[in-house]
């Protein structure tokens, strides 16, 4: 159960598209439903079992308290991270929503160790399945090698633009480095919050053409963008996984990147990049110099991300797991 179809490029709306694809794929019947949720619809439909986005808390919460009075069906959340750690206003009250929502569930399947430890400070106990996001979603070319740039290098961040993945604070770092040969790119939705956009391109202006934002790119452009960087940051203030860390890694990029969420999961630092708490202008310009300064120190970084490679989860590997999961709260087939 998602807010609308999923065809949102997003990582979260990935996850959801690639487990129904999966679960399709082993014969079973999914239906998704997407908002206004209708009661009428899952009782008419004989839903077996019900996977929720928490993305949709609050209209879930209303849908399940309701539920559970008329019909008896195993619900299980999905989340992917949890929305009362974003920065802004209403902290407490989204906390105390998303509380309520978990509450009205029976399992949790969640994307990382992280997440799964941002559920448990709620106070929730609930069954709870960690399925890592697969990302052979891309398919770098087998014989690529990556070699460290001499002199110049080629900066990349990907994510929605909105204020929480931080791109201010990296923008702001970068002035104080504006001597070193260096361009970056910005890669994703510019529609979420045009507000935000409009104040990075005017922080942006300084830095004449050395800063782009490209808006969103296909996964067949992405993975070229991945492959003609030298690398990748991610200075954001929350993270429930963190997927295009590991879409970097899978691409032999070294990384930057906030100490938060699932992040520490998938590089060590000092191994596959560098990790930096996160809103720490000054940790994150020293990471950066250090590698402006000497180009040649990513490669043994490059060398790490080639060791990890092999052990990212596939798709295949995550819906095997959910699937396993699911088995323990339904009788044969089942919808979703």
């Given at each position: 159960?998602?807010?609308?179809?999923?065809?949102?490029?997003?990582?979260?709306?990935?996850?959801?598209?690639?487990?129904?694809?999966?679960?399709?794929?082993?014969?079973?019947?999914?239906?998704?439903?997407?908002?206004?949720?209708?009661?009428?619809?899952?009782?008419?439909?004989?839903?077996?079992?019900?996977?929720?986005?928490?993305?949709?808390?609050?209209?879930?919460?209303?849908?399940?308290?309701?539920?559970?009075?008329?019909?008896?069906?195993?619900?299980?959340?999905?989340?992917?991270?949890?929305?009362?750690?974003?920065?802004?206003?209403?902290?407490?009250?989204?906390?105390?929503?998303?509380?309520?929502?978990?509450?009205?569930?029976?399992?949790?399947?969640?994307?990382?160790?992280?997440?799964?430890?941002?559920?448990?400070?709620?106070?929730?106990?609930?069954?709870?399945l960690i399925a890592y996001p697969g990302c052979d979603h891309f398919?770098?070319?087998?014989?690529?090698?990556?070699?460290?740039?001499?002199?110049?290098?080629?900066?990349?961040?990907?994510?929605?633009?909105?204020?929480?993945?931080?791109?201010?604070?990296?923008?702001?770092?970068?002035?104080?480095?504006?001597?070193?040969?260096?361009?970056?790119?910005?890669?994703?939705?510019?529609?979420?919050?045009?507000?935000?956009?409009?104040?990075?391109?005017?922080?942006?202006?300084?830095?004449?053409?050395?800063?782009?934002?490209?808006?969103?790119?296909?996964?067949?452009?992405?993975?070229?963008?991945?492959?003609?960087?030298?690398?990748?940051?991610?200075?954001?203030?929350?993270?429930?996984?963190?997927?295009?860390?590991?879409?970097?890694?899978?691409?032999?990029?070294?990384?930057?990147?906030?100490?938060?969420?699932?992040?520490?999961?998938?590089?060590?630092?000092g191994r596959e990049g560098i990790l930096v708490p996160p809103g720490?202008?000054?940790?994150?310009?020293?990471?950066?110099?250090?590698?402006?300064?000497?180009?040649?120190?990513?490669?043994?970084?490059?060398?790490?991300?080639?060791?990890?490679?092999?052990?990212?989860?596939?798709?295949?590997?995550?819906?095997?797991?959910?699937?396993?999961?699911?088995?323990?709260?339904?009788?044969?087939?089942?919808?979703?």
């Amino acid at each position: 159960m998602v807010y609308e179809v999923l065809k949102d490029q997003s990582g979260g709306y990935l996850y959801d598209r690639k487990i129904v694809e999966y679960l399709k794929d082993r014969r079973y019947e999914m239906l998704v439903y997407t908002f206004p949720f209708e009661i009428a619809r899952i009782i008419k439909d004989d839903v077996e079992l019900l996977i929720e986005d928490k993305l949709c808390h609050e209209d879930l919460l209303i849908f399940n308290l309701y539920l559970r009075k008329v019909f008896h069906i195993p619900v299980i959340a999905l989340v992917h991270y949890l929305k009362y750690l974003e920065p802004g206003p209403q902290k407490e009250k989204t906390k105390e929503k998303e509380k309520e929502f978990l509450r009205t569930c029976d399992a949790v399947i969640v994307n990382s160790a992280g997440t799964s430890k941002e559920v448990e400070k709620l106070g929730i106990e609930l069954p709870t399945l960690i399925a890592y996001p697969g990302c052979d979603h891309f398919a770098p070319p087998s014989e690529f090698k990556r070699r460290p740039p001499k002199r110049f290098l080629k900066l990349l961040s990907v994510g929605n633009l909105i204020p929480g993945k931080g791109f201010h604070l990296f923008l702001d770092a970068l002035v104080e480095l504006s001597d070193y040969p260096w361009e970056l790119r910005i890669v994703g939705d510019e529609t979420v919050d045009v507000h935000y956009v409009e104040s990075l391109r005017r922080q942006a202006q300084e830095f004449g053409n050395r800063v782009q934002f490209p808006g969103q790119a296909s996964p067949k452009e992405l993975s070229q963008i991945y492959l003609n960087s030298d690398l990748f940051i991610l200075p954001s203030y929350f993270e429930g996984y963190g997927m295009v860390v590991a879409e970097a890694v899978l691409h032999l990029l070294p990384t930057i990147a906030s100490r938060i969420g699932g992040i520490p999961e998938i590089i060590q630092s000092g191994r596959e990049g560098i990790l930096v708490p996160p809103g720490d202008k000054s940790a994150l310009k020293q990471a950066l110099q250090d590698f402006l300064e000497h180009p040649k120190r990513l490669e043994p970084f490059i060398e790490a991300c080639a060791l990890r490679r092999p052990s990212l989860p596939t798709w295949e590997e995550t819906g095997k797991l959910i699937e396993n999961f699911l088995s323990r709260f339904r009788h044969g087939r089942f919808r979703a």
